[in-house]
């Protein structure tokens, strides 16, 4: 039996963790669909009208507008007999208005409610899920890509080549954060997701490289290795056969722990103005919206947003930890 | 009148039985040796008697020592018991000790807990105990870091710490298995003097039944959680009275006799009318002499590792001739450069000076795959040297793969099951992984992957040290087997003089990088020239 097997069994012992996938493998699937078009396709139809309350709330709503309404003054008033010269015209327009928005009969009330546009809500994180997914598992790709290349070359064969990728990583980790993200972001030019995961994946794999690079000088001189090489294995085989299935299960945790900072790292560069475009919906681009709605009292954007992303990031941490559980058993 | 009786102890973990009811006596002022194999129960006997099981053993019977019967104490009684009247010397000196404490800070705090004793009388204290442990200026190694003393200084102030108390019984498990054999003579010695002047009584735990011979007054011997025999020393040597003693007494290879073949433990178990038969064989392996091609030759290697400005010359220029299906011995001591030459000869490491010719010609010209492919290694840790994420398939495959001995998966797949009969393992280990195995399994696979390339050079760097002498027997007989069949040479490296005497034609030991004396097997155990050769010799319990 494989140590993957072994591993797998460990894990479906984990119930936490088999939960966790569950959410996660949902959240994935979902993603997916409104990737292939079968879900959230129109979600930039303006269907609702601005600032559409959900629909559980829309009973309350519609009451108060009706009372405000009904304390307003309605029709014409009676200007000391002095009939308005632009009646006519206004009549005119106010039916020319109502014959409109009966041609476009716009929803009053959406299921979780509609942003400024009046587009779905529920749609626009379905969509931003998509999006923020897309982001953060390929710009973890990346990451885990160039980190174990990088921390693979160094660590086996040591010498000047460690030494370059060591200075490297010095500088990339003694620039603040966000400084680096902006100035790539800067550097880098035009907004879109393919920006994001660029810059994502060039500034976090330094961590990834540290963690790779120290296992290889574990590993490379086991005896196993040893073996391989009296075998007369060459050095690529060793290193990618033989050494990074003994160190994958690093990667692999890497690599989840990467997706979930890497979504919350969309979010912030979205809020930043940094994100997706204005022609794309991620979750972090519905959070930059917030802040102008809630003066407005208008809650259900941050809300929802809020919601998918605390829910899949949990989903995400919790499975996380549960794999590296299952396939180090040691660190327990 | 006994300090210690065991009776009827059994110790259960999850699903299995390490300890099958087991009972035997400590009486006073004696040493009792514990012998057994890996899995025997003889370690979980010693963390019984101390209550230091984990929380999942379930334990049942009795351990009457003084009469308290030590299963029912209470924790606390027990922590006073330990270290106090009851202590301890593990078999790792390194792992035992805190490396961030000093070595005085250490044993003094034995005497400050039990004892109470106060800062400098500890001190005094402590001088005296490493006084007694023979550690040499005990009053500069006070203190001394851990690492800033030798495996034998470290043992050395393990045995202080474990008498600080003036315990009366001392528990010993494997207390030298981790040492050089000169440097486990002096502690043999050492620990045997204590017991006698402080009235102790010991219970010596270990592997080796020439040492339990040399140190104890009664043996027991155990085997998969129950005890074989047990009696005097006399008794149980001169005359066993059950076919695993015999088994494990003839399985060892002797220094002054030199079987075809070593007697197995299955052998006796079989068949116990026949048993005893390995000391008939007493005639030397009809060995190829003279007039064979030299497959190798060592000029002058050398090995120098550098590390910032410290320089430590690992080996010192060797040079030796090894011809076809001779067995070349490397004898050594830790630290003495044995393990690095073997990778030089196989140029898994690059050496600084000298060169190695194979069949005359200088290996460095030699292209890399038809080198490899001479020279085939076999590690002392068969649990490190097969890689976890490989079958034993793909492990037997890749050198065939990677030097295109075979056409397509089946017939490699073919060829490895063949490799695995040869080695006495069946055609179905193929999908199975290392974790499978036991030690013994996972170094027959490590010897069928060097055989799939038909080497004519076979390094054994301590091959069969890390195994229980029975399957150190099967093991050596394997190899033996295969020489005759493949005709291969044989480097045959190790610190067990017994084992080299018994594997190899000739003889080079090997001390702190140089070679200190070369000869013919037997002329060299009979009379060895230079006086470590001599020391090694007689520091083997005999």
Redesign the interface.
Known sequence: MSLWLLAWRRFLRDRVGVAALAVVAAFVALAAASAAGWVARDWSGEVGVSYAPPRFLAAKINEQEDKSAAAAPSGARDDYGIPDPLAAELAEIHARLSGAAAAESRETTLVFGADKWGRDVVKKAIKGGETSLAVGVAAATLAALIGTLAGAAAGYYGGWLDDFFNWLYSVFTSIPYLLLVLAIAAVLGHKGIATVILILGLTGWTGIFRLIRAEYLKHRVREYVLAADAVGASDARRMFAHILPNVSHVVLVQLSLHVVLFIKSEVILSFLGFGVGVDTVSWGSMLAEAPSELILGVWWQIAAATLAMALAVTAFSLFTDSLRDALDPRLG | MSLLAIDGLRVDFADVQALKGISFDIPEHTTVALVGESGSGKSVTALSILGLLPPNARVAGEILYQRRNLLKAAPRELRALRGASISMIFQEPMSSLNPVFSVGFQVGEALRMHLGFSGRKARERCIALFEEAGLSDPASKLDAYPFQLSGGEQQRVMIAMALACEPQLLIADEPTSALDVTVQKQILELIAALQRRRRMSMLFITHDLALARAVAERVVVMRRGEIREQGSVAQVFEAPRDAYTRALLACRPALDRRPARLPVIEDFLRNEASAGRGDAGTAVRPGKQGGESIILEARGLAKTFRSGRREVRAVKGASFRLARGRTLGLVGESGSGKTTLG?LV?R?HPASAGSVLLKGEDALRVP??VF??A???V???PY??????F?VGETLA??MR??GIGAGKGERRERAAGLLAKVGLPAAALF??P??FSGGQRQRI?IA??L??EPELLICDEAVSALDVSVQAQLLNLLRDLQDEYAMSYLFISHDLAVVRYMADEVMVMKDGEVVETGGAEALYADPRHPYTRALLAAIPK
Not at chain 2, 384 to 389: I, K, M, T
């Open positions: 990778l196989a898994l890399r795959k490899k492919r020279i085939q290694v590690f002392q840790n490190a040297s097969l890689n976890p994420r079958s890749e050198p990677i030097h199975k992984y974790h499978e490590a992957r060097a799939a390339l």
